[in-house]
């Protein structure tokens, strides 16, 4: 296992979306000058001219990080700053710590099941060279190897699965970090309305507001509401990519039900670009399809590995068609990139067992190995169309069935 307690920078913890919400943040607490920097004085984010400022220590887990510079005479107004910027930073740190470990869980237990996986093969291998005739132990020996073949496939499954709770961590806190800083600005709000009206009560009903109050008062209850819809359209974003989640796990569909596979089409594509990180352009042309009768889950399973090996094939930034329509009574389904290509040998090596041309620890082998076993499950074909540097395609069939076939 790797050690946890690394150190992360400010430009890990403090993405560049979030720039514009803080410098908001902060112009609304009374700011006009200011700067966040790192360690090296380097600012990722200026409002206002920096001569002469003052700085605060910005840490994160008792790790420093970056400063925040400030006007000498605001050093009030900057500690609620410098508290509202902690806040971003330590909740971007619990998720990347998330992310972290649960990346190298799911890295160990695929290690682990090699390494069994290989061990079991070594014994095999002893007891053919001991015995041809023991039949009944080559037999027990090679259900053991299946056994464990299978635990792989789910480790390959666990392996995206992994991948796709980074992403998903990163794409959910996004709208929960502005409704968030959204909810400490609306209670700011509220306590200076809260101000305004005890002045009335103090006054009497023959109180009036001065200009001024009166303007500060009306972007007050103007901007309470735009926050509000704003959070509002926040939440609602949550619950698609939790729906969407709900959808792709089928947690009420785990055995054989009926499904439109171009719903499962569209909900893997927006699961799949939530967990992608390069500049990707995916680009859908879906068809109505007809109902059919198969394993949701393996379904998505099946596209969404389709889908990560077609990213993984794109260095920097790229194109990837997701195609699907009805051929001759059957599902034809074409997922194509713009990424490498292959040559002929990796090719011939393409679905078998363990083949990556990824780095080590960059993936199973087994993405390609576990959607062809899908597809024949299903009495399927797939095929595979690809050139060194213009890419690769992927076609499947899979014929309609029925609930009694």
Known sequence: MEDFERVFTIEELLPSRSYCRITKALQQMGMNHFSVN???????????????????????????????????????????????????????WRYQMASDIHLQVSKQDYYDLKSKHQQLQESERRYRELSEHLEDKVRAQLKVIEDSQRQLYETEKMASIGQLAAGVAHEINNPIGFVSSNLNTAIDYLQELNQFFSRFLENGTNSTLSDKESSEAEFLLEDFGSLLIESKEGTQRVARIVADLRAFSNVDQSEDAWIKLSDNLSQVARIFLTSVEKKIILETNISPLLPTWCKPAHINQLLLNLLDNAANAITQQGKITLGCEMVNGSIFLEVKDTGVGMDEETKRKAFLPFYTTREVGGGTGLGLTVSRDIVLAHNGKITMESQLGQGTTIQVIIPLKDKSR
Do not use: H, M, W
């Not at 206002?48 to 700085?55: H, M, R, S, V, Y």
């Open 38 to 92: 790192n360690l090296e004085g380097t600012p990722l984010l200026q409002y206002g001219q920096d001569n002469g400022l003052n700085q605060i220590d910005l840490s994160a887990e008792l790790e420093p990080v970056g400063f925040l510079r400030f006007e000498p005479e605001k050093l009030e107004l900057a500690e609620s700053a410098a508290n509202f910027i902690l806040e971003v930073l330590q909740t971007n």
